[in-house]
Each structure stands twice: as C-alpha cells, then as structure tokens.
C-alpha cells in the first residue's frame, strides 16, 4: 500500500502547470479584490434575513443549495464562506482554462484574473451567505462542459453536473450555453473527423494552442491527465487510432487510399469532408445531450423533492413559470427580440463593462485583437470551402446574445440583475483565448498577444477599483444604518406609553425629504445590486433584525399588511417622518411608526 507522501506526490504530478497557474491567479487575486468584505461583518438588506438560514430555497427551484451552503454552516461567517467560495472559483477558473485549452502562461493568468475581478462576482460578495454555494454551482457548470468535451460519453456526467448546478442556482445556465458554444467553435474550427478532436487536429482549433509552437505535452504524455482526451481513460482515438474510426477515411479497415492519393481525387475529398462533417454535427449533439438531460433531471428531482415536501414553486422572479417560459408571456418571437436588445443595452449602457475611456478602450483593443485573430484563422483554414459547417459556425456566433440571455426565455418577467450577469466575463476571456490561441510559426501575430494581454490586465484592474469602491459603499451603508436606528431605537424607548414587546407597525422605507441620498458612489455602484444606496432598511422586518443583531434589542414589528388600513387614514397621513416630533403615535395599543416622506 502508498503511503499518503506518494499519493499526494502522485496526484500532484497529474496537475498540469496551467491548472496550478489559473488555481493560484484566480485565488490570489480574489483575495486580493474581496478581502475588505471577507475580514468584516457588512450585510445587506437580505443578508439580515439570513444571519442563520438552513438556504432550504426548493421553492425557488434551489432544491440543491441546502446541501451546498451547508459546508460551511448555515451562519453567515464571511472569512470561512469566502474561502470556500474562492477555492471553487479557482476550480473552475482551471476547468475554464483547460476547456479552452488556454497554455499560454499570461493568458491563463488574465483570463483567472477577470473571473475573479468581475463586477458581477462582487454584486455576488454582498449576499456572502450564499456566495460558496453559488461559485459551487459556477464550478458544476463549467465542469459540465469540460465533461462533455472530454469524453466520449462525458455527456452523462456533464448532464449530472448540469442539474446540479441548476439546483444551487439556475442564474449560471447561460455559463454553460456559452462555453458549450465556445466548444462546438473549437470543434468546427479543427481538423478532426470525429468530435473528439485528436492532437494533430488541435492544430487548426482557433482558441488551442495545440502543436509544436504550443508547447504543449505529447499524445504519450497526454495519457496521464485525467482530463485529457487522449490515453486510455478517456476512451477516445488517438491520432494513430483514427484509422480504426468508422466515420474516418484513414486505415486499412476503410480500404480508401491514403492522405497523399485522397488530395488527387476530387470524388475522395468530397467524401471525406462529408463523413468529418457527419463527425463534428454528432459531436455538437453531444452539448444538446447534455443540455437536455441536465435540465431533465434537474427539472425530476425538483418535482419529486416538491411533493415530499407539500410544497409549490414560488411566484418570485417568476419561477413558477420556469416550465413554460415566454409562452406564458408576451410570445417567443418578441421575447428573443428583447434579448437581443437587452444584451446590447447591458453591454452599451449598463454601466458594468466599462465606466471610464481606460476600461471602454481596453474592450476596444480587446475586440479588434480577437477579430483579427479570428480573420487570420478563416484565412488559413478556408472555412468558406466547407459550407455546412460555415454556416453552423457563423449562426452558432449570431446566437451567443440570445444564449447569454437564455434566463429572459425561460423567465421572461425575472428582475435581471448583476448575480444573473456573470457570463458577461466569457466574451473577455474567449477574446483573450482566441488571440493567444493564434500561431503562425512567424512571430508577426505576436501584436495580438500583446494587445490582448494588455487589455485584459487594464480591465483586471479597472474591475478592482470598480469592486473596492462598491465595498466601500457597502460598509458605509452598514454605518449609516447603524447611525439611523441608534436614534429611531433611542425615539421609540423614550416614547411615552412604550413598553417592551409592544406591538410596532412600520412601512420602513427610509424618506428620502428627511434623509436625501448621500451616497457619492451611485455613477460606479448604479448597476451593482447589493451595493448601491444609503440604507440597509426598505421593510420594518429590516429594523427588528438589524436592530436585534447590531445593537442588541427586541422590537416586536408587526407583519407588513398591519399597515393596510391605517396606511390610508387622515390620521396616519397627517404624521411627519422620522425624526419628526409627530412622527411616532401609538394608537389602540399599537405604536405607529412612519419613516417614508410626508405625504399630505
């Protein structure tokens, strides 16, 4: 028996250097980025609902985020949840890396670096509570296309990883749709005749770095990485073996001349773009496979986990339509037209991507690296001489708005904020991975790699000081809040006729004529769910789990609806607004509270 030494060193060995470099770049950095929200205390408005939350959401369709959260206990203690969070995040910033077989030292660095600097994943940070169960979802999700490109059935256990993902968070499925389209690029780029791209078929794969100029490991060598689609694990034809493969003209077995005869007979070349054509449109089934059975299985155990429960989906963001989606709505064709648009207006407008001429030029530069990259490649594999997979490519391209706004389909009236926008960052990354993917043995495409690099580092950077001055914001809305409700609780003690336990009734939201915004950072935070705004309190259940956390007393706050009738009456009508004098009344045994403006 090994003892563990040799195990470890074992599987060690086994770890390429790009998974090492993208695990350490993506978790430093992180590091980095979210420590101000890692090493305090700072909640948001659902954050003091959630301060011990078993995360039973199943009716939201989260049938899975109980079990994934419950790692790190149902408390919310930001360090241990963060760690976690990153260390998942680093695990599928490796899988990424290795599903777009980025090898190249700088880019493998950028791309962990611009998944763990994005906007959406600070938005993220502000609902700590979650955030390890989610970044375990992200990492599900991209393992469920790695699967499925790496293996010959890695469909199955990429429809396993699929469902489980869906069932921690249904917000990273446009992750997978936009990866497994970024595969099915790769595999129409190759030169392989299967779907399962050998290593000589790498070559013309425009996002690989595969041949001779890559550096990149041998097909012997291959055999030791378990995720490697060449050795024995994974099932697949070497390049030697593709003479043995039905839908090959190589080898003795198909009786047909070889390589240099086939490129004199026009009849034999026709035939053999045909059969590689028949390889690649099976290989692309393989992503529908998974797509379908992961949605099933998700859809399965959230039917059967709902019955043994008695319980039914819920109305929020519109889960409870998830089965019929823009059919219950406004109709299919208009919905996809909003997609579209809305995937412009985000990208444009959204005030995300860029917020100032360093990181609007970046994406510029980016763009342009990534197109040439991409015309060079066209040049050199004459793309325009195979129709049929021409035209696959080309509409594969025109669809990834609709895929990244797949969520606006499926739940057309959902608030789409930043948490769903996380698959945003893979248009940085595949640009990156297009222009280092780039090799011409001559040294001129080399202003790509550099133009890339520098890009990427510009937009790292500018998403750091976007994701510190959200935080900074974060942590004065908890002070401002604190602030309030010392003096509201100090009002409401001092009343008379106050008791402890009397029954409070309260809207809570906080009035913007007694209290105007103060927050500087609205032109950065605006888009940033979680982190934008002055206060924490928008319901009177804020105040009685704020206050009961942060400043140690009870209020007994009745329910929202105890504000129904009285809401409307003169005499409610006629109070003023906290810190007016008149702004606290009890009235038949029940203390009135109004925090909103005046409204006479």
């Known amino acids: 028996m090994k003892s563990p030494t040799q195990i470890f060193r074992m599987l060690y060995g086994k770890i390429r250097r790009e998974w090492k470099i993208a695990f350490l770049a993506c978790f430093f950095t992180g590091l980095l980025v979210h420590m101000p929200v890692l090493l305090s205390d700072i909640p948001n408005h659902d954050g003091l609902d959630s301060m011990y939350f078993d995360q039973n959401m199943i009716t939201s369709g989260r049938w ?45 660095v950028v791309c962990s670096g611009l998944l763990a600097s994005f906007p959406a994943l600070t938005s993220t940070f502000a609902y700590v509570y979650t955030l390890d169960g989610y970044m375990l979802a992200l990492l599900l999700a991209v393992l469920a296309v790695l699967f499925t490109k790496r293996f010959r059935l890695g469909f199955l256990p990429g429809a396993f990883c699929l469902a489980f993902s869906m069932g921690i968070y249904q917000g990273y499925l446009p992750f997978v749709m936009i990866l497994s389209v970024y595969a099915v690029l790769m595999l129409l780029g190759g030169e392989e005749r299967e779907y399962s791209p050998s290593e000589a078929g790498q070559e013309g794969n425009p996002l690989s770095r595969a041949g001779k100029e890559s550096g ?66 099976c290989g692309i089934l393989h992503y529908l496979y998974m797509g379908v059975l992961g949605a099933a299985l998700y859809y399965v155990i959230l039917q059967v986990l709902l019955k043994l429960q008695g319980k039914v989906l819920d109305t929020y963001q519109g889960i409870s339509d998830m089965a019929s989606g823009a059919a219950s709505g406004k109709g299919i064709f208009a919905t996809v037209i909003d997609m579209y648009l809305d995937f412009f207006r985000f990208s444009l407008k959204g005030n995300v991507l860029f917020q ?22 066209i040049r050199r594999r004459k793309y325009w001489k195979n129709p049929a ?109 106050y008791y402890h336990g009397i029954p409070i009734a309260m ?43 942060y400043l140690g007393a009870t209020l007994n706050i009745l329910p929202a609806d105890a504000m129904a009738q009285m809401y409307y009456s003169e005499e409610y009508t006629a109070m003023d607004s906290f810190p007016g004098k008149d702004s606290i009344r009890i009235i038949d045994g029940i203390m009135y509270i109004k925090t909103e403006n005046v409204v006479r």
């Open 216 to 281: 990149r490991p041998s097909e012997a060598g291959q055999e030791g990485n378990p995720l490697s689609r060449a050795g024995k694990e994974s099932g697949r034809p070497s390049e030697a073996g593709q003479e043995g493969n039905p839908l090959s003209g190589a080898g003795k077995e198909s009786g047909r001349p070889s390589g240099a005869g086939q490129e004199g007979n026009p009849l034999s070349r026709t035939g053999k773009k045909g059969r590689e054509n028949i390889g690649k449109i």
């Open 507 to 549: 809207v809570g939201v906080v009035g913007d004529e007694q209290y105007p915004v103060t927050d500087i950072t609205l032109p950065v935070t605006g888009g940033m769910i979680g982190m934008n705004g002055d206060s924490l309190l928008y319901r009177g259940d804020n105040y009685r789990l704020f206050i009961r956390h």
């Open 389 to 497: 997979i021409l035209v696959i490519m080309v509409a594969a391209v025109l669809a990834l708005p609709a895929v990244t706004n797949i969520i606006l389909l499926i739940s057309p009236e959902v608030n789409y904020h930043l948490l769903m926008r996380y698959q945003w960052v893979l248009y940085a990354v595949g640009g990156v991975a297009l222009a280092a993917g780039w090799e011409d043995g001559t040294g001129k495409g080399s202003w790509m790699e550099w133009a890339a690099l520098l890009s990427a580092a510009v937009l790292v950077f500018c998403y750091c000081i976007t994701d510190n001055i959200a935080y900074s914001n974060l942590h004065k809305r908890y002070e401002k809040t604190y602030a309030y409700c010392i003096r509201l609780l100090d009002r409401i003690e001092q009343t008379e006729g």
């Open 356 to 377: 100032n001429i360093y990181a609007l030029t970046a994406w510029v530069l980016l763009g342009f690296a990534a197109l040439a990259a991409g015309i060079l490649w």
């Open 64 to 108: 899975f985020l109980s079990v994934a959260c419950g790692f790190s206990s149902y408390y919310t203690i930001p360090w241990v949840i963060g760690i976690l969070g990153l260390l998942f995040l680093s695990l599928a910033a490796a899988a990424m890396c290795e599903l777009l077989e980025i090898r190249k030292t700088w880019a493998v």
